[in-house]
């Protein structure tokens, strides 16, 4: 297995690096005082057990978080304000249930994925029509759109929000326009409009991970500090990227189906109902 750790190709930049490891461990300590422990997944655990850095053609860091049970929706909102407060603009999405953190003005996004404990598995929403390159219907991802801004939640300073790209300006002004309306209607919405969209046959699976990867979870050095990991990272990026993950490939994902057959990932069938952690 080939090691990359002086010979690493240079790709497109997509993320801000120098400020990315202040930000994700301050998103971090911030989940920590919500009593909720995030830790290095995917690429991000990728690059700090492979190049002992985060990978800068990354466009985001992904961590994270197993809940036994649904997440309390009261520490949402605290924890959404938390980040505005340190200069985030954060959306919590609780039809994939995963936090997705941004800076208005540097190329900084840090995801938080909720993971549940399923027999051996940790698991959480593999739904295909949020991968365009997989070629699903445009309607269909339009409609998977609909269902996921309803069951949004996002807490935004409005200088910072005008900061962004105008569509991101558009999909948080959208997110706000439909809280307001009651919860029972939205859900029935996102329940009709995710109906139709994942209608097609394994297009809202479960990616699952083994639990004995992962826990228990140990410290790992980054960027002069701590972080958490699982305590067993090579195995695990192995089952993610494949026997040769430590040769850098950019814009890989195990979600295309060109690469389906290198990743080790499971899909479980989904039994997720829209009414189980909708805000």
Same mark, same amino acid.
């Given at each position: 297995?080939?090691?990359?750790?002086?010979?690493?190709?240079?790709?497109?930049?997509?993320?801000?690096?120098?400020?990315?490891?202040?930000?994700?461990?301050?998103?971090?300590?911030?989940?920590?005082?919500?009593?909720?422990?995030?830790?290095?997944?995917?690429?991000?655990?990728?690059?700090?057990?492979?190049?002992?850095?985060?990978?800068?053609?990354?466009?985001?860091?992904?961590?994270?978080?197993?809940?036994?049970?649904?997440?309390?929706?009261?520490?949402?909102?605290?924890?959404?304000?938390?980040?505005?407060?340190?200069?985030?603009?954060?959306? @919590?999405?609780?039809?994939? /249930?995963? !936090?997705?953190?941004?800076?208005?003005? %540097?190329?900084?996004?840090?995801? *938080? $994925?909720?993971?549940?404990?399923?027999?051996?598995?940790?698991?959480?929403?593999?739904?295909?029509?949020?991968?365009?390159?997989?070629? @699903?219907?445009?309607?269909? /991802?339009? !409609?998977?759109?609909?269902?996921?801004? %309803?069951?949004?939640?996002?807490? *935004? $300073?409005?200088?910072?929000?005008?900061?962004?790209?105008?569509?991101?300006?558009?999909?948080?002004?959208?997110?706000?326009?439909?809280?307001?309306?009651?919860?029972?209607?939205?859900?029935?919405?996102?329940?009709?409009?995710?109906?139709?969209?994942?209608?097609?046959?394994?297009?809202?699976?479960?990616?699952?991970?083994?639990?004995?990867?992962?826990?228990?979870?140990?410290?790992?050095?980054?960027?002069?500090?701590?972080?958490?990991?699982?305590?067993?990272?090579?195995?695990?990026?192995?089952?993610?990227?494949?026997?040769?993950?430590?040769?850098?490939?950019?814009?890989?994902?195990?979600?295309?189906?060109?690469?389906?057959?290198?990743?080790?990932?499971?899909?479980?069938?989904?039994?997720?109902?829209?009414?189980?952690?909708?805000?």
């Amino acid at each position: 297995m080939a090691s990359n750790t002086h010979s690493s190709p240079i790709f497109l930049e997509r993320s801000d690096i120098v400020n990315l490891p202040f930000s994700v461990l301050l998103v971090v300590n911030i989940f920590k005082q919500y009593s909720y422990f995030p830790w290095l997944c995917y690429g991000a655990l990728l690059g700090i057990i492979r190049e002992q850095r985060l990978l800068p053609w990354n466009n985001d860091v992904e961590l994270g978080l197993v809940c036994s049970e649904p997440i309390d929706k009261k520490k949402v909102k605290k924890i959404l304000d938390h980040l505005v407060a340190h200069g985030f603009i954060p959306t @919590y999405y609780s039809t994939s /249930q995963s !936090f997705s953190v941004r800076h208005p003005s %540097l190329a900084i996004q840090i995801n *938080v $994925n909720i993971f549940s404990v399923y027999n051996h598995y940790l698991v959480r929403p593999h739904e295909v029509p949020s991968q365009p390159e997989n070629g @699903y219907p445009f309607l269909l /991802q339009c !409609f998977w759109w609909i269902s996921t801004i %309803l069951g949004a939640k996002v807490s *935004v $300073n409005f200088r910072q929000l005008f900061q962004l790209p105008l569509h991101r300006i558009m999909r948080f002004l959208f997110i706000l326009l439909l809280q307001p309306i009651p919860r029972l209607f939205r859900i029935i919405l996102a329940s009709f409009f995710h109906t139709i969209a994942t209608r097609p046959a394994n297009s809202s699976m479960l990616s699952a991970i083994p639990c004995d990867y992962v826990f228990p979870i140990i410290p790992i050095p980054f960027y002069g500090s701590l972080i958490d990991s699982p305590h067993m990272p090579t195995q695990l990026l192995e089952y993610l990227y494949g026997e040769d993950w430590k040769v850098p490939k950019d814009n890989w994902s195990f979600y295309a189906d060109k690469n389906k057959s290198i990743s080790k990932v499971v899909y479980l069938p989904s039994k997720y109902k829209i009414t189980t952690a909708f805000l």
